[in-house]
């Protein structure tokens, strides 16, 4: 018994709860257990919203405009059409793998939120290692687009599958560096320590490294134009071809999940988090996580899909290569001004990715990414 | 242990997003690379040919129109063009620029679906597809305007067209031609330059020349392999050599060619019709002909430069009052016949917009 | 203007290289025997100053007593056209010989012939039902097809 508490206090220690908490560690855990569930559910709903009246503006169309105010209630009317809806497994699937696909994809896209500060410590466990759990858990739904693709048995679901881990594979890597950079100016893996960290945003001492993890971060959640595991004009609908009623609400939820999972580590990472003048921090996060949104929304509508071929060429010959020189100019800087960057360095550093993605988009021309010059 | 691989066989369609109606692609894959493929038909044969035989000459117009359905007024065009070579009929001045206005019209109309189904394959998401549906749009009111249709016109009759055009048809359709190109530079400005665009297709499924030739490829996919051939231009039909206007070419042949010539052609389909306008004469838009045509025994061919290609039909007569046979040469159907040669050694990704560059109708191939 | 050469001047032609191969010709078109369509088909595609590189279309006509398959011939190059016909005579099992290797555009049309007409075409490399399905019976533009 003895035994127990200590570990339990020292777990709360770790994840530092403040100690006013009412209710103690299992109150803040149930707490913010519920947040976080009500959170990505209503996000899901608002995003897929943005999304479709976003879309279509882009699009000159209307968008879902029948359901309730301003067709605010769609999401809610296909999330009950979807759920009411027929499951139906294929006979060759393999049952059990199939029936655990969207759970097991599911599951690590709510999870990465536990880490993430919606408002100063408001967080479900501050892990002082927390963009490393980040990073482990978000390749953890692989596993489950993978076994749904595999479990379908459909021709479909295994390309797209297979492309997903391949892509995934590969952007994890400049995903993971652009992190580091992050990370070498704030000090710190806990995310509340790199919000806190962010006087300046790192946006602006980091505008490649954001780059380079918005690019990464589509690719890794597939979203356009790297979207080819769901490539809908070539694979009909990648992994979950076979999926229908809850099981395919699933992995939408998962995909909306995912995307806006990145978005709250983009905005945590470079947008400096919850900080912001005038309104309350947690309204800060929510707008900045849906501005990111907006802009992956701006990608899908606008550029065209690109081939696997080009998809590993320029996470190999592209993200890598500047993730790497990124990652040295941001240690280099930091070992010149260990205490703290100052705003000169925002202008250096936009000049240094000016310049770098420039003289590199020459340079991977010549490397050859899949154009084919006639 | 060597790896013990085996070719992964994959039907695209006959249901698919981008097989563009009920097509079917048995692909073999190695991987993400295309080995072989072969197209099947048929999904929508509803033997026209065979109905034509037992219809009167009228009878089969509205049958033409559910042809190539996304260019009903090219279809209808050719097969009166047949009919009246058959029987000699001669169309009156007002009725041959109405209906190269409508065919030009038409080609616009059938090119905007072509260039956005061909930019939602490469996967830009359904932007350039619905912003060109917002120009056909208007082109379809105008024909709602002259045929009450918005799909299947049923316009063109033997010896000129089925009414006159309406007051308010001239006007709106300066209207459009006015804001057209504007359009058509806007398209342009979205995706032509655009790198992942560019990648996608430059290089991409090259039909050479000889090829494009010996396929018997015609339309559009010919004239982007580089040759120089527009039946408005090498032979032209009804009224076509009184206009002035380019036959745009493509230099290699791959899909971005096949792109870049459809949008040219819609500025010069947009040239032609501001010619026609300006010279449309008044008068009579029919000429005299009986109900039941009854051609002189014999046979002719009549053929357009449809959006797809050269859309012919072959008619013979017994001097009966429905043709003795009637044959429909389908541009759809022969442009596909080089696929094969043209996406082998590529990736699924490339069959995909390779096959939405030669721009089918399946109603055409099946017919 | 695409030019529709004289069927009897080239059948002049066709007839010094190949006596006895035309049944028939007038202005309009030339009617070869089936046995010989291969190579007076050949000869019009390779003859420099014929060159008819294009093949525009195949058709088939049944007429009771025997089917007329038709070919449009073009020359990109020159800008003339020429209509040639053969006939099969054998209702049961009509068989003609292929132009695929010539014209790789004859494939699907011959094909379709085959499936609609019931035309055999020798030497095509995938002589099999193009609309219809397999184990379709009779062939449906035949003029005794119900």
Known sequence: ?374 | MALKTEPFVLNLGPVHPSTHGVFRMRATLDGEVVVDIEPIFGYLHRGVEKLAEQRTYTGIIPLTDRLDYISAMNNNFAYCLAVEKLAGIKVPERAEYIRVIMAELQRIAAFLIAVGAFLNDCGAYFTPFLYMFREREKIVDLFEMVSGQRLTYNYMRVGGVSQDLPEEFLPALRKFVDEMPRFIDEYDRLLMQNEILLARAKGVGILTKEQAINASASGPVLRASGVKWDIRKADPYSIYDRFEFDIPTGTVGDCYDRYRVRVEEMRQSLRIIKQAMAQIPSGPVRAEVPHLIRPPVGEAYARIESPKGELGFYLVSDNSIAPYRCHIRPPSLINLTALREMVRGWKVADLIIIFGSIDITVGEIDR | MTVALSGKEIANQIVEKFPDSIVASSEKEIVVKSGSLLDVAAFLKDTPGLDFNYLNYITAVDYYDHFEVVYMLSSLEHNHSLVLKTRCYDRENPVLPSLVRLWQGADFQEREIYDLMGIRFEGHPNMKRIFLWEGFQGHPLRKDFM
């Open chain 1, 1 to 374: 018994m003895m035994a127990l508490e200590t570990n339990i206090n020292n777990l709360v220690r770790l994840q530092a709860v403040p100690p006013d908490w009412p209710g103690g560690f299992w109150g803040h855990w149930v707490f913010f257990t519920v947040v976080i569930i009500g959170f990505v559910l209503t996000m899901v709903m608002g995003v897929i919203y943005i999304e479709r009246r976003g879309m279509g503006r882009m699009q000159s169309r209307l968008g879902p405009n029948r359901t309730g105010p301003f067709g605010l209630l769609q999401p809610v009317a296909d999330a009950i059409k979807v759920l009411l809806k027929e499951n139906i497994v294929p006979t060759a699937a393999d049952k059990l793998v199939h029936w655990l696909a969207p759970v097991v994809a599911f599951a690590p896209a709510l999870m990465i939120f536990a880490v993430i500060p919606f408002q100063n410590g408001a967080m479900l466990a501050d892990l002082n290692i927390g963009i490393l759990y980040v990073v482990a858990i978000s390749s953890v739904s692989t596993v489950g687009v993978f076994m749904a693709g595999w479990g379908s048995s459909n021709k479909y679901s295994l390309l797209g599958a297979m492309r997903n881990v391949a892509a995934v594979v590969s952007y994890e890597i400049p995903l993971v560096l652009a992190i580091v950079g992050v990370v070498l100016i704030a000090g710190s893996l806990s995310l509340n320590q790199i919000v806190l960290a962010q006087d300046i945003p790192f946006i602006l001492l980091q505008p490649l490294g954001f780059f380079l993890f918005f690019a990464a971060g589509c690719a890794e959640i597939n979203r356009s134009p790297f979207d080819l595991m769901e490539a809908d004009s070539e694979i009909v609908a990648g992994f979950h071809t076979e999926y229908s009623g809850m099981k395919f609400a699933m992995f939408y939820l998962v995909e909306y999940a995912e995307a806006i999972a990145i978005s709250a580590i983009i905005t945590t990472l470079f947008l400096s988090g919850w900080r912001g003048p005038l309104l309350p921090p947690w309204l800060w996060f929510i707008i900045k996580v849906l501005l990111v949104f907006f802009a992956m929304v701006w990608t899908r509508t606008t550029l065209p899909r690109i081939r696997i071929d080009q998809l590993m060429a320029f996470s190999w010959k592209f993200l890598l290569p500047l993730a790497v020189i990124n990652l040295l100019v941001t240690a280099l800087e930091v070992l010149a001004s260990p205490a703290g960057l100052p705003w000169v360095v925002v202008i250096i550093n936009l000049a240094i990715m000016a310049i770098l993605i420039l003289l590199w988009s020459k340079f991977f021309f010549k490397l050859g990414w899949g154009r084919i010059e006639v």
